[in-house]
T-cell receptor, first 116, second 111 residues
Framework: GAGVSQTPSNKVTEKGKYVELRCDPI?????LYWYRQSLGQGPEFLIY????????DSGLPNDRFFAVRPEGSVSTLKIQRTERGDSAVYLC??????????????FGPGTRLTVL | GDSVTQMEGPVTLSEEAFLTINCTYT??????LFWYVQYPGEGLQLLLK?????DKGSNKGFEATYRKETTSFHLEKGSVQVSDSAVYFC??????????FGAGTRLFVKA
């Protein structure tokens, strides 16, 4: 079946601009996650949704970052007043949302954000 | 807090060589353990997983055994191919809804 999809695959923007990154999870997955992967590093957790609500947003670096999932499926990560340090690959993952450690997250191909 | 430590790369091997990528973890709970692979220009793919002690995860000739006594989950493959060249990430998940990743190990396989 279809995996997690993310658009755009690449986004180049200028410092100070606003960007939106979209994630379409696997059908039937109630849990959705955003991660950020800087060059040469592993992914770092940003935010987790169970259904429509953000159950854990402890990884968002500051209030310029915001994410929504209004209908419990597609999610949008929004970054205001972008800074050069925001340049990274933003990964989305989804899972069945099992409330135990057997749950497995499946990742999308990522959006590479470059802030000039 | 929870963390994952994996061997630094890059690891360079000749085709058909034996591969080991070391991974150790620290976790307050009882985690599930994963290896993800990232091929050039692609996203993260789940390679294998193990959910309890002494379980062995395996896929595509790769395997890793969950060792609770040594808090390790080393990745092995008996004979690597050029197509295995990628970045490999060890990760843990304790049910707290965030996966903790290691920094990744880049593998180069020469023909």
């Amino acid at each position: 079946g279809a995996g997690v999809s993310q658009t755009p695959s690449n986004k180049v923007t200028e410092k100070g601009k606003y960007v939106e990154l979209r994630c379409d999870p696997i059908s039937g997955h109630t849990a959705l996650y955003w991660y950020r992967q800087s060059l040469g590093q592993g992914p770092e957790f940003l935010i987790y949704f169970q259904g429509t609500g953000a159950a854990d947003d402890s990884g968002l670096p500051n209030d310029r970052f915001f994410a929504v999932r209004p209908e419990g499926s597609v999610s949008t990560l929004k970054i205001q007043r972008t800074e050069r340090g925001d340049s990274a690959v933003y990964l989305c993952a989804s899972s069945l949302g099992l409330a135990d450690r057997t749950d497995t997250q499946y990742f999308g191909p990522g959006t590479r954000l470059t802030v000039l | 807090g929870d963390s994952v430590t994996q061997m630094e790369g890059p690891v360079t091997l000749s085709e058909e060589a034996f591969l080991t990528i070391n991974c150790t973890y620290t976790a307050t709970g009882y985690p599930s353990l994963f290896w993800y692979v990232q091929y050039p220009g692609e996203g993260l793919q789940l390679l294998l997983k193990a959910t309890k002690a002494d379980d062995k995860g395996s896929n595509k000739g790769f395997e890793a055994t969950y060792r609770k006594e040594t808090t390790s989950f080393h990745l092995e493959k008996g004979s690597v191919q050029v197509s295995d060249s990628a970045v490999y990430f060890c990760a843990l998940y304790t049910g707290g809804f965030k996966t903790i990743f290691g920094a990744g190990t880049r593998l180069f396989v020469k023909a």
